[in-house]
Each structure stands twice: as C-alpha cells, then as structure tokens.
C-alpha cells in the first residue's frame, strides 16, 4: 500500500517570501504523486502531477515540485507567495489502482 | 471546462435517517469515486466505480454504504441510517486517464 507524510501541518510565510511544503511517499512500486489545493469551503484542484515523466514539474498558479526517488519526496515550491495562496494543500499518491491516499495536509498562511 | 457537480452543497440530516449524495461525473469519465474528509482529518477513499460495478471500496465503506449510477449522468452515494460519526465532507470524483477531477464537496452534518 502506498502513503503520504506531509511535514508541518502549518506553514506561515511573508508575501513575496519562499513557499516551501514537504512531502514524502511512501510506495513498493512507482508512484504517481500530486498536489492538489483546497481554498475555503471550495473543493479539491488540481495544482500538478508527476506521472514518471520529468522529474522537475511545473503546476498552476507558479507552484512546481521536483520528484527526488532518492529522497522519496514530492515537495512543493512557490519561489513568491501571494495573498491568494492562503488555503491548504494536500499532497497525494497513487499506483496502477488509481486510488488515492492523502496526506493529513498543510495549511499555508500568508502574512501582508 | 467540464467539471464534476454535486448536490447538495449542504445536507443537515437526524442521526438515523437515509441520505442520498449526488454526483454528476465529467461526460467521457469512466472511473468514479468517493471520498470523505471529516473535519481536521485527512481525505480518505471511501469507494472506486468501474462498469456499473464496485472496484475496490474501504473498510469505512461498510453495509451503511452503497453507490448507484442509475442512469448515464448521475453516481450517487447513499448512507443508510445516518450516524452522528458520518458528518463529513464527501468529495465525487471521476477520471479517464490518470487525472481525477473532485467536485466541490457536499458537507453532511448529521445531528
């Protein structure tokens, strides 16, 4: 079976300042991994996949992540953070079921 | 851009009565699926829906729960005799390929 660990359930940052959410999975056979974003009462979007093809992938809204198998990792970057980055986000993956498995996901604050 | 839509928004129910969750799935999707957030918890799968039949469904899935796709739009969820533990957000979703699309969520208070 596979999983998800997000590190830090919540992140605070200046705007204009470095956004940086971890995640590392966990899976016995490769791993299809995602972000996605969920904005107050609003339901779950898509922010970028990595589907086993480059391993630097750029999403929505200026966020990327780079897969590191070595690391096992899926972090989630966004080089400014801007006020309507506030929501949470959740990291997730799945294999050749298509079943995802979520992180407990981290909650981004943005300071003016 | 397609989306996936589910109705209702908001559903207030008593502890013991049915409820029935309704998703309408993106057109050309194949595959459909439930999940559950319950507040301050993590998203979980509930069941996957493939050829009018169950793929694979959760431990949470129990007797309570079924899914129907009683015709070619709708995939609904019903929970029968509601428990106050059942309150959640209960998210649809449905995919061709490896993307899934979520629809915005009913939020089921059970009271």
């Known amino acids: 079976a596979q999983s998800v660990t997000q590190l830090g359930s919540h992140v605070s940052v200046s705007e204009g300042a470095l956004v940086l959410l971890r995640c590392n999975y966990s899976?016995?056979?490769?791993?299809?991994l995602f972000w996605y974003v969920q904005y107050p009462n609003q339901g779950l979007q898509l922010l970028l996949k990595?589907?086993?093809?480059?391993?630097l992938v750029k999403g929505i809204n200026g966020f990327e992540a780079e897969f590191k198998k070595s690391e096992t990792s899926f972090h989630l970057t966004k080089p400014s953070a801007h006020m309507s980055d506030a929501a949470e986000y959740f990291c997730?993956?799945?294999?050749?079921?298509?079943?995802?498995?979520f992180g407990a996901g981290t909650t981004v604050t943005v300071r003016a | 851009e397609p989306e996936v839509t589910q109705t209702p928004s908001h559903q207030v129910t008593q502890m013991g009565q049915e409820v029935i969750l309704r998703c309408v799935p993106i057109?050309?999707?194949?595959?459909f699926y439930w999940y559950r957030q319950i507040l301050g918890q993590k998203v979980e799968f509930l069941v996957s829906?493939?050829?009018?039949?169950?793929?694979?469904k959760s431990e949470i899935f129990d007797d309570q729960f079924s899914v129907e796709r009683p015709d070619g739009s709708n995939f609904t969820l019903k929970i029968r005799s509601t428990k106050l533990e059942d309150s959640a957000m209960y998210f649809c979703?449905?995919?061709?390929?490896?993307?899934?699309?979520f629809g915005q969520g009913t939020r089921l208070t059970v009271v």
């Open positions: 979703a449905s995919r061709q390929d490896l993307e899934a699309f």
């Open positions: 057109s050309n999707h194949l595959y």
């Open positions: 829906f493939y050829n009018n039949e169950i793929s694979e």
């Open positions: 899976s016995s056979v490769p791993p299809y």
């Open positions: 997730a993956v799945t294999t050749n079921d298509y079943k995802l498995s």
């Open positions: 990595y589907t086993s093809a480059a391993t």
